[in-house]
């Protein structure tokens, strides 16, 4: 019987070796859509915007591999508690990072429509430095997950207020450049738009960093990470 | 053997039954979560809108309380893979109603700023009326789920599309305002957040009916539903 339960549990762990490396396969596409989407636009380069809309298709596909093989392995190896928790936050990851490769598509459509208007001074590398920040932390947590690190996940998690103060900085910018010139307002429209997205991109991996955290102590976060977007209450001019 | 399987499998009927209570108990809070915020907004109602924002707090715990109940099920019932298909569908449905009642928190936050300013003519109501139509769409698909009605789920996919195109109209609508007064363009700002915030709400409901969808067939929609927001493309003005 021991015997027997430690061949199913290598059988599991073989399988959920399968499904983190699709993880890390996702993460690694993920990752690279964040930077070439913001490229794409401080760059006004309409292919490499094309090449993160069409390869959006395959994350979402690796998505649905990985739900389908956890499903699978649950149905088959009827994991332990411990190792079902595991599952089901492989599940919870690769849905946050589908997210992310959404956002990333939807943030290099716009590039498209960015390249007909007159570009607004300094947003590009601003928007840039922005995805940079999200790409490391997406790093990082999937790091952390690796490694099963909740030092590095909780870090990754403090990271976010930093973006959250990128895109309020930004926020400002905007609403300064459609007061001082009504031509701006679409493009402002459009870019505070990508701005946002990359905000909640952090969010994502904000919560792909609290599954580590959560896998590896048993429970989510206790005190909610103070939430740095405070344009909710923003009311600058224009009243 | 028999016997005890078919006993099993009760166990497992009761336990899916008292998480799917839970599931409309969070479709009820949510439901009220998006009427209310754009109650709040169109009625310049800050009371109300601060029940919405106290009010999220019960769906996420409904929210944790699923995950853990279906962990905690799988667990102990080693349930069939058709079965197990049933609680991670579960899992997904409630994902997306916890995320529908943060757009509708993030919605009620901005009432408060935004009966600062001068009300902007007719968005209340239109507004209020993309909030509704996403509203009984979620009704119609957690009805679609308890009576695991396929074509109904299908019903409300089609009709996201008129979301979608009631986000469009209001879009436009803002750059006018914008451009016509420059006063207008912090209120616009916000607004335009919360429209699209209504119409990811739909999404959501979108995926729960997917779900739906997939628990009957076995399959997700195969022809991705033609996707509604052109504001990506829209160039309208302001060069």
Redesign the interface.
Known sequence: MHHEEQHISKAFDRDLEAIQAQIMKMGGLVEAAIVDAAESLAMRDEDLAKKVVDGDKVIDELD?TV?EEA??T??IR?P??FD??TV?SV??IS?NLERIGDYSK?MA??T??LV???PIEETGPAIRRMARAVEVMLKDALDAYVQRDPELAEDVRQRDLEVDQMYNSL?RN??TY??ED??????C??L??IA?NIERMGDHVTAIAEQVIYLSTGH?PEDPRPKGDRT????????
Not at 182 to 187: G, H, L, V, W
Not at 232 to 239: D, K, L
């Open positions: 649905f739900n499903a699978r649950l149905a009827q332990s508690a079902l928790r089901l599940i919870k849905n939807n459509k716009r498209g429509v007909q208007m007159s926020f905007f609403l459609m007061m009504p031509r701006n307002i679409t493009a429209m459009h505070h738009f946002k989510i909710a209450f923003e009311t600058t001019g224009g009243h």
